[in-house]
């Protein structure tokens, strides 16, 4: 069975950022993730990660701003030095927490000339901190209009592209399911490539359980196709969230 993390943007949202962590601890979670953690200081965040006995595993590039903001700038031609200046602020950051990955954020843009920057950035990115995991990650048209990386076989194009160590895929069942009506079929296509997974019920973005996904027989996948990485919940709760984790093996719900 692979290790689970709670995504803390969006799991226990009931509760002050610093009190997530020990509410996933008791659930059951080994790791957490925090997709914009800009708004406080990493020493505190740091701090209760390591009071909870949690592997911080995966933050995102800038922009801070989770409920308004745009997702990323790496694929938009002219915010090259924005892009740099924002990946070193996220590299600070990943320092001090010592996260696992960094999802590099595409943004809004379509065409050749955004496919170049996209590459550009992401080789640039991946030299200037070849110690560091990088993911890319596609997210379906429906919930992001206009995302630059909205396609897993655009992902893995780039990839091969790209072709360095530290930049693999972050596959995200739900958007997987969107994307492609098959969450299962891209697992197996793109398990190779994969870095870091996130779970979702379909339709709804809520639970994972019960619907279009059939998530035991996908974690069974995992484990057959030798994937070692982390899985995070990364859903909206339909109550509180501690009372929506019978889905999680092995935790108290
Ligand atoms: O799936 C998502 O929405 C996230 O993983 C993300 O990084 C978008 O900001
Ligand atoms: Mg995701």
């Known amino acids: 069975m692979p290790r689970f993390a709670a995504n803390l943007t969006m799991l226990f949202t009931e509760m002050p950022m610093l009190d997530r962590f020990a509410a996933a601890a008791d659930a059951g979670f080994q790791g957490v993730e925090i997709l914009f953690p800009y708004d406080i200081p990493a020493r505190d965040l740091s701090r209760a990660a390591v009071a909870a006995g949690l592997d911080f595993v995966l933050m995102n590039t800038p922009p801070p701003n989770w409920a308004g903001g745009p997702r990323g700038f790496a694929a938009e031609p002219?915010?090259?030095?924005?892009?740099?200046?924002?990946?070193?602020?996220a590299l600070r950051f990943a320092g001090a927490l010592r996260t696992r990955h960094i999802h590099v954020m595409a943004g809004y843009a379509q065409g050749s000339e955004a496919r170049a920057t996209f590459v550009a950035n992401l080789s640039w990115a991946a030299a200037r901190a070849p110690h560091v995991s990088l993911t890319i990650e596609p997210l379906n048209p429906a919930d992001q209009p206009g995302y630059f990386l909205d396609d897993f076989d655009l992902a893995a194009d780039l990839i091969a592209q790209i072709g360095v160590?530290?930049?693999?895929?972050?596959f995200d069942a739900y958007h997987a399911h969107l994307i492609t009506g098959d969450a299962m079929a891209a697992w197996r296509r793109h398990a190779g490539i994969t870095r870091?997974?996130?779970?979702?019920?379909?339709?709804?973005?809520?639970?994972?359980?019960?619907?279009?996904?059939?998530?035991?027989?996908?974690?069974?996948?995992?484990?057959?196709?030798?994937?070692?990485?982390?899985?995070?919940?990364?859903?909206?709760?339909?109550?509180?969230?501690?009372?929506?984790?019978?889905?999680?093996?092995?935790?108290?719900?």
């Open 165 to 170: 160590p530290n930049i693999g895929l972050q």
């Open 196 to 253: 870091h997974v996130q779970i979702a019920g379909v339709p709804g973005r809520h639970e994972p359980a019960g619907g279009m996904i059939d998530y035991p027989a996908f974690f069974a996948a995992l484990d057959q196709s030798g994937y070692r990485g982390w899985v995070s919940a990364e859903y909206n709760p339909l109550g509180l969230t501690a009372q929506g984790l019978g889905w999680l093996p092995g935790g108290s719900g």
């Open 78 to 89: 002219g915010l090259e030095e924005r892009f740099r200046s924002d990946f070193d602020r």
